[in-house]
T-cell receptor, first 109, second 112 residues
């Protein structure tokens, strides 16, 4: 099976930076994804990493270290609309796409 | 652009009844997935498919069945519904293993 761990909750101030960590153990590896999910809505795609290193997309960046089974999502210049759940997902060697339990980020004014 | 379409959006089912949740995508995606999400929790994989005619179990397949007779459709069948199957069900699809999955808007199912 898969083990994907991320913190349950994080709180940060508007304009600040927050880093959400994700560790995983899988049978094989075919990529790591980050999704955003607002309450009552479907998840939406944020980023994809399959090689080690940093991927930057505007205010959001994601990092991967395959040897450590570790990723993080960095949210910069936080806005109130960034208050949401952030889901780490890993595609294993059998192409199963499994999700962590999600990290609820609350942005305070 | 329809994307991934799930029906129904809401449903109340009685204990012991059966029903099929429909999922269809118009993007010619090979990979399709069914997840359930309980309140305040993450997504748990029920079943997935890497192409027409191929299905595999995920983490929580008990009480569910799927079929993939066409590329477009991936219905999820609940047999003998139980209160523990009350959840929000999401269907998703992706073109390949290295592309993101797109989600439908979910089906909110209550078993009473």
């Amino acid at each position: 099976g898969q083990n994907i761990d991320q913190p349950t909750e994080m709180t940060a101030t508007e304009g600040a930076i927050v880093q959400i960590n994700c560790t995983y153990q899988t049978s094989g590896f075919n990529g790591l994804f980050w999704y955003q999910q607002h309450a009552g809505e479907a998840p939406t795609f944020l980023s994809y990493n399959v090689l080690d290193g940093l991927e930057e997309k505007g205010r959001f960046s994601s990092f991967l270290s395959r040897s450590k089974g570790y990723s993080y999502l960095l949210l910069k210049e936080l806005q109130m609309k960034d208050s949401a759940s952030y889901l780490c997902a890993v595609r294993d060697g059998d192409y199963k796409l499994s999700f962590g339990a999600g990290t609820t980020v609350t942005v305070r004014a | 652009n329809a994307g991934v379409t799930q029906t129904p959006k809401f449903h109340i089912l009685k204990i012991g009844q059966s029903m099929t949740l429909q999922c269809t995508q118009d993007m010619n995606h090979n990979y399709m997935y069914w997840y359930r999400q309980d309140p305040g929790m993450g997504l748990k994989l029920i079943y997935y498919s890497v192409g027409a005619g191929i299905t595999d179990k995920g983490e929580v397949p008990n009480g569910y069945n799927v079929s993939r007779s066409t590329t477009e459709d991936f219905p999820l069948r609940l047999e003998l519904a139980a209160p523990s199957q009350t959840s929000v069900y999401f269907c998703a699809s992706s073109m390949q293993e290295n592309t993101e999955a797109f989600f439908g808007q979910g089906t909110r199912l209550t078993v009473v």
